[in-house]
Nanobody, 120 residues
Framework: VQLQASGGGLVQPGGSLRLSCAAS????????MSWFRQAPGKGPEWVST???????YYTDSVKGRFTSSRDNAKGTLYLQMNSLKSEDTAVYYC???????????????WGQGTLVTVSS
């Protein structure tokens, strides 16, 4: 199993970025996938989840600004981030649930992270 996150970078406040997470070694369509982030000096924070049926869930601070999705055919998870704020600065990680289909399973594989810096 491998998760390869990409798409991070430096963006001005109000700008947009799209993160990708390329999955290999398993069938992404069968697993809940999520995005987490860790800001400098802070603990990890859950950002968004995409369930196997395509349902999406978001932490309150990103609702209306971030959109997560999956392309099962490509084995890729996405996070479209709009109206970015300085407080969105963090390393973003994708993660795979440890068992098929459920929403409540812990995560057993994590990508290497991609840094998003929101600054003028």
């Amino acid at each position: 199993v491998q998760l390869q996150a990409s798409g991070g970078g430096l963006v001005q406040p109000g700008g947009s970025l799209r993160l990708s997470c390329a999955a290999s070694g398993f069938n992404i369509s069968s697993y809940t996938m999520s995005w987490f982030r860790q800001a400098p000096g802070k603990g990890p924070e859950w950002v968004s989840t995409v369930a196997t049926d395509g349902s999406t869930y978001y932490t309150d601070s990103v609702k209306g600004r971030f959109t997560s999705s999956r392309d099962n055919a490509k084995g890729t998870l996405y996070l479209q981030m709009n109206s970015l704020k300085s407080e969105d600065t963090a390393v973003y990680y994708c993660a795979k649930a440890s068992a098929e289909y459920g929403l409540a399973y812990p995560y057993n594989y994590w990508g290497q992270g991609t840094l998003v810096t929101v600054s003028s």
